[in-house]
């Protein structure tokens, strides 16, 4: 009789191929864990990247239209601002809800402020108003005045908007859809001469644009602990509307290009904080028109942590070394050069028969 033996593995070599087999998950498992976090790590960088560049995008947007009130660029010539004293009772435009400071919105002889390191812009204190959700100590603001570019038809214009009305040589401010009566006699005469019947000059309406841009230390609530670039605007009512511009800027520092020079020229000699902002001859005011560029900072974090990064971060902003927490997020810091397009000086006005 044949006899069969069935041989089967032994002890020794079901225990190496458990380990062989236990070795080559590991390694499948490590590999697929580092290539997930470099992933991870590479979407976190991209979208910093894309995020910042939409900071730089929106406030670059403001700061080269800063100035251009319509078919005007001397503001000092648009009627019932907040520096107009011989503004009529009935043409005075009502005070803003949440406004930064008392008729903020309307001083569009200041078409751009800015405050260094703290919540005071030229004596005002912006943080107890419309840069009250949570404003990040030692962060910079920025406020930016201008008309929209977009042309509105006078049977579109809506109740409770503050808008621009303005041509070559002057302009005035309303709220509503009622334009005051008195540009017919003050600026939009009938002369053949003037701008309003000058169709390379004629009288257009604009909506007026009042932006602040500040640092919060939340997001979503008080204490959640995501920081985000919040926005200040001029909505209807007239108020000023805040609301969240974008989630994890952790910081934001400005300096400005100014001229120095007795004769203010097209190009910066220095770039100096807001504080340092030459000041109009005799007075305590900033004179923002020799500011010809602004430079900013943005410094980003990872909306999720990342456990690869235990060591602190130091970063270089605006001449200052900041080192940040080793909190397990990511950050990167970006900065750019924005030129004002519109560097016309205020007391250039006269010149236009203004």
């Not at 230390?217 to 511009?245: C, F, K």
């Amino acid at each position: 009789m044949l006899i069969k033996y069935n041989k089967g593995f032994s002890l020794i070599e079901l225990m190496l191929a458990m380990m062989i087999g236990i070795i080559i998950i590991g390694g499948v498992l490590s590999l697929y864990i580092n290539s997930r976090d470099t992933q991870r790590a590479w979407e976190d960088q991209m979208q910093l990247l894309f995020d910042s560049r939409f900071v730089m995008e929106t406030i670059g947007y403001d700061l080269r239209h800063a100035g251009v009130f319509g078919r005007n660029n001397m503001p000092r010539t648009i009627h019932c601002g907040s520096y107009d004293t011989s503004c009529d009772v009935t043409d005075k435009l009502p005070l803003a809800v949440d406004d930064c400071v008392n008729e903020w919105y309307i001083s569009l002889d200041q078409p751009m402020v800015a405050s260094d390191d703290n919540a005071i812009i030229d004596g005002a204190d912006y943080s107890g108003t419309c840069a009250s959700k949570g404003y990040k100590s030692n962060t910079d603001m920025l406020g930016v005045h201008y008309a929209d570019p977009t042309r509105i038809q006078d049977d579109q214009l809506a109740a409770s908007l503050t808008y621009v009305r303005s041509n070559t040589v002057a302009g005035g401010l309303f709220v509503g859809s009622v334009i005051p009566g008195y540009e017919t006699y003050k600026w939009e005469s009938q002369h053949s001469w003037h701008p309003v019947n000058n169709p390379t000059g004629a009288t257009s309406n604009h909506r007026l644009v009042g932006h602040l841009y500040y640092v919060s230390d939340y997001t979503d609530a008080v204490g959640d602990g995501v920081p985000s670039l919040r926005r200040a605007e001029l909505e209807s009512g007239p108020a000023m509307n805040d609301q969240v511009l974008l989630s994890g800027v952790e910081d934001m520092q400005l300096q400005f290009g100014v001229t120095t020079s007795g004769t203010p020229s097209a190009f910066p000699d220095t770039y100096v904080a807001a504080d340092n902002i030459p000041t109009y001859p005799g007075t305590a005011n900033k004179d923002w028109s020799r500011v010809r560029s602004v430079k900013i900072w943005i410094l980003m974090r990872s909306e999720r942590e990342d456990r690869d990064i235990s060591s602190v971060q130091t970063f270089t902003i605006a001449g200052n070394s900041v080192t940040t927490p080793s909190d397990g997020y990511y950050r990167k810091l970006f900065s750019g050069i924005i030129n004002l397009r519109n560097t016309i000086r205020l007391d250039e006005s006269a010149a236009s028969g203004g």
